[in-house]
């Protein structure tokens, strides 16, 4: 009899415990909870964060539905959109959001797939709707922060109409690229410019070399000509000198100086063999007729 | 072996196939195996084992009590099996239970030990040896927090390594980001673990993004030249600022930009314009070389002529010196004796003129127009020279 009961208590005990187990569950600080009593939802756990632990349901009536709460990724497929210029652009964006109400998040979309599937056409709205506005330069350089801020406005703002149950923390662009044929062209545009700046650096260069030739050959022009003025004023000096000279000595007596000259200019002037026809009455033969000397 | 196979899922607990936890949410299901002597597989066999010889040790205690005590042996023999079937599951399971093994836990250097009771944060332990509840009340996360990691993008994937920049040009870069858990707030491991799934592609993505908004916002040619440090300065605090934003208990170390060049298509004219600029290089320093050939060279000429001006201007005055002294010498002898002297001289040069010329005399007062046959003198002139 005794065996009975024990057998009994051993099965109460069983009991008791898979009883336990199937009335408490634990929800991790990553995860919220939401619990279900027949289908129909009676609360939710760990919304806020603060409320990770063990908690209690009623067995076989309740049951949860675990959600993340951590800062989930959603990265969409780049796609090509029109910018405002009608140029085309790829455009890779990504968005950060967290559950912050599993309810409404599991009424509306069910799960991450569900979440996904209804982020994207959101995101794909919202981009062609911002970047349809603006420049395709725009998107590309220095506005893009402010640009995401539009864009994360305009996710946020269909996120709340349609009441997902998410909060957007932020919607950033990977990329704003040029389609493959554009990229074509633009490097096509970045050899030529780097052509043209080749043929300036060279042409710069060689502007630069014809000034230093042409200011070295005009010095040199200057100092030949420099050297050739300092020239005549010394051959200047010395035909001044050589006058003054020849004005000191000769002044002593200008009478004998023109004798004494001239007839060291007959004797260079007159050459060997010179016909010369001279008179007999002549000074030079004055004795030649009469030894006086007379006429 | 139920608590074996609950250990990988949690399953009764209720938390069973939500757990995204992608670092090992229940350590006991991936490291049990491995490092903890008592846990995983080595239990089946072990249990068997003891199952066996308790079984076998209390069957005898049993059984041979209820022999003694003489009712009915073989039932009582069989109803004491099942009985002590049932007590040996129960005691094994609390020993599994609350097996010393579950509770204790070593934490590595490079790791902190962030404690959960029921999934709700307890407490972080520092590395070395700890004791924790055991499982199911406490369990142990070891993430590697003082680890750097290192992400790599652009090295070998055209589509991630090519960006626009604000001049509308396409730059190829590659960069490498260094990341571990942020330990300069006490709650960083805490953030890291909790806040963020997948914190790599997390760290991954946001790079990618940061990178691509500084390019953006900066000019092809500084990029490629100077400003390098400065983009991976930028991109760096952009990183982390986005991160801050998440709370994702990230701290990122550095990013070193690995290539930052004109994209492989368009290399070559890049490459042409640093050629230009030797080029431009060459050209002027030939042009100096030049300058500094031709200026030598026209100083050189110029001092020659400056030197045969003053040779000539020395060599004029000598001899006007020189000519002047002479007259001066004779002046003075003449100055002595004039009319004589005079006279003299006269007749010297006349002597010495007329002398080697062909001298004709020829009275005036003859009247007639005289021949002179002046081609003649010449001719006997040469003769006589000849005839000498």
Redesign the interface.
């Known amino acids: 009899m005794s065996r009975i009961v024990t057998i009994f208590g051993f099965v109460l005990l069983i009991a008791a415990v898979i009883g336990l187990s199937m009335s408490v569950f634990t929800v991790n600080e990553r995860e919220q909870a939401l619990v279900l009593r027949f289908g129909e939802p009676v609360g939710a756990v760990n919304e806020n964060g603060d409320e990770a632990g063990l908690h209690f349901k009623v067995p076989f009536v309740d049951s949860v539905v675990m959600f993340d709460r951590r800062n989930l990724e959603f990265d969409m497929d780049p796609e090509e959109i029109q910018a405002a210029n009608q140029e085309r652009l790829v455009v890779d964006a990504f968005l950060r959001y967290r559950i912050v109400n599993p309810l409404r998040f599991y009424q509306t979309v069910r799960n991450e797939n569900g979440a996904r599937a209804r982020l994207g056409s959101i995101m794909d709205d919202s981009l062609r709707g911002v970047i349809g506005s603006i420049a395709s330069q725009d998107v590309i350089s220095g506005q893009r922060s402010a640009l995401m801020d539009r864009v994360q406005a305009a996710v946020d703002a269909q996120v709340a109409t349609q009441d997902l149950g998410i909060d957007v923390i932020d919607v950033r662009i990977l990329r704003a690229d040029l389609p493959q044929q554009i990229a074509e062209r633009v490097f096509q545009r970045m050899r030529s410019e780097r052509e043209q700046e080749a043929a300036r650096i060279r042409a710069e260069g060689e502007q630069v070399a014809r000034e230093i030739r042409a200011a070295a050959d005009r010095d040199a022009t200057i100092i030949r000509a420099e050297a050739r003025a300092e020239g005549e004023r010394l051959r200047g000096e010395g035909d001044a000198r050589r006058n003054a000279i020849y004005a000191e000595a000769y002044n002593r007596d200008a009478e004998f100086f023109s004798f004494y000259r001239s007839l060291d200019a007959y004797r260079l002037a007159v050459r060997e063999g010179t016909p010369i026809v001279i008179p007999p009455d002549s000074e030079f033969f004055r004795y030649f007729r009469n030894q006086d000397g007379g006429e | 072996m139920p608590w074996n196979e609950n250990n990988g899922g949690?399953g009764?607990?209720?938390?069973g196939?939500?757990?995204?936890?992608d670092r090992g949410?229940n350590p006991w299901g991936n490291r049990g195996g491995s490092n903890r002597p008592g846990g995983g597989g080595q239990e089946p066999p072990d249990l068997d084992e003891l199952i066996a010889r308790l079984n076998q040790s209390l069957g005898r205690m049993f059984g041979g009590g209820g022999g003694k005590r003489g009712g009915s042996g073989a039932g009582g023999g069989k109803?004491g099996n099942?009985?002590t079937v049932?007590v040996v599951f129960?005691i094994i399971g609390a020993g599994v239970l609350f097996w010393p093994g579950r509770a204790i836990y070593s934490v590595g250097p490079e790791q902190a030990g962030v404690v959960?009771?029921?999934?709700?944060?307890e407490r972080t332990t520092a590395p070395g040896l700890h004791v924790k509840l055991p499982w199911?009340i406490e369990t142990v996360e070891l993430p590697e927090v003082t680890t750097t990691n290192t992400i790599s993008i652009g090295a070998n994937n055209l589509?991630e390594s090519?960006?626009?920049t604000?001049d509308?040009?396409?730059v190829d870069i590659a960069f490498e980001v260094q990341w571990r858990v942020n330990l300069a707030y006490a709650d960083g491991v805490?953030d890291y673990?909790?806040?963020?799934?997948?914190p790599e592609?997390?760290v991954r993505?946001?790079a990618?993004?940061a990178m691509?908004?500084v390019v953006?916002?900066s000019d092809?040619v500084p990029i490629i030249t100077t400003a390098r440090s400065e983009v991976s300065q930028r991109t760096r605090d952009v990183m982390q600022a986005?991160l801050d934003?998440?709370?994702?208990g990230i701290q990122i170390l550095q990013v070193n930009l690995q290539r930052a060049q004109?994209?492989q298509?368009?290399i070559d004219?890049?490459r042409?314009?640093d050629?230009?600029?030797q080029?431009?290089?060459?050209?002027?320093l030939?042009?100096?070389a030049?300058?500094?050939s031709?200026?030598p060279?026209?100083?050189g000429?110029?001092?020659s002529?400056?030197q045969?001006?003053?040779a000539?201007?020395?060599?004029?005055?000598a001899?006007?010196?020189g000519?002047?002294?002479r007259?001066?010498a004779?002046?003075n002898e003449?100055?002595q004796a004039?009319e004589v002297t005079?006279r003299r001289?006269?007749?010297e040069?006349?002597e010495?003129?007329?002398g080697?010329?062909?001298?004709?005399?020829?009275?005036?007062q003859g009247g007639a127009v005289p021949y002179?046959p002046?081609d003649q003198?010449?001719r006997n002139?040469a003769a006589a020279g000849g005839d000498q």
Do not use: C, K
């Not at chain 2, 080697?356 to 005036?364: G, K, Q, V």
């Open positions: 949690g009764p607990w209720g938390s196939g939500n757990n995204n936890g949410n109803g099942f009985l049932l129960l959960l009771r029921f999934g709700e944060y199911p589509a090519q960006m626009l604000r509308e040009n396409i805490r673990l909790f806040n963020v799934r997948d592609a997390t993505a946001v990618e993004s691509r908004e953006g916002t092809l986005t934003e998440y709370d994702a004109a994209p298509s368009v004219a890049f042409d314009v050629a230009a600029a080029d431009a290089e060459r050209a002027r030939n042009a100096t030049h300058a500094n031709v200026i060279a026209a100083r000429e110029a001092a002529i400056t045969q001006a003053q000539y201007r020395d060599s004029v005055i001899e006007a010196q000519q002047a002294d007259f001066v004779i002046y003449y100055t004039p005079r001289m006269f007749l040069t006349m010495q003129v007329l080697r010329s062909e001298l004709i005399i020829l009275d005036e002179l002046l003198l010449g002139r």
